[in-house]
């Protein structure tokens, strides 16, 4: 997924973040991809996966609109469906086996 498809799904028009949801793109497919599994074979696992990105979108757009550390609404440190996707892949991915 790349910088302008996950700003397109989050609906955000400006470029004023770029840099900072850049980041939180890298951290959130890291930390799924670390969550999974640590083999350096799984990159493979990942690319052209569309439950991937959706998870990285859900992290991603999670993190960015909590970026703030004073909110009115509790916050979730990982979105539910975040999750669910975490453990489908650890259940299909296969290398190492």
Do not use: C
Not at 24 to 43: F, G, H, M, Q, W
Not at 60 to 75: I, P, T
């Amino acid at each position: 997924m790349t910088l302008e498809e996950l700003k397109l799904a989050m609906r955000i028009d400006h470029n004023f973040d770029d840099g900072f949801i850049q980041q939180l793109k890298d951290t959130a497919e890291d930390y799924i991809k670390d969550a999974v599994t640590l083999s350096p074979n799984r990159d493979s696992f990942f690319q052209n996966n569309p439950k991937f990105d959706t998870a990285v979108m859900f992290l991603v757009g999670a993190w960015y609109e909590q970026r703030v550390s004073s909110m009115d609404k509790a916050l979730q440190e990982i979105p539910f469906g975040v999750t669910n996707f975490i453990q489908q892949f650890r259940g299909a991915y296969t290398d190492g086996i």
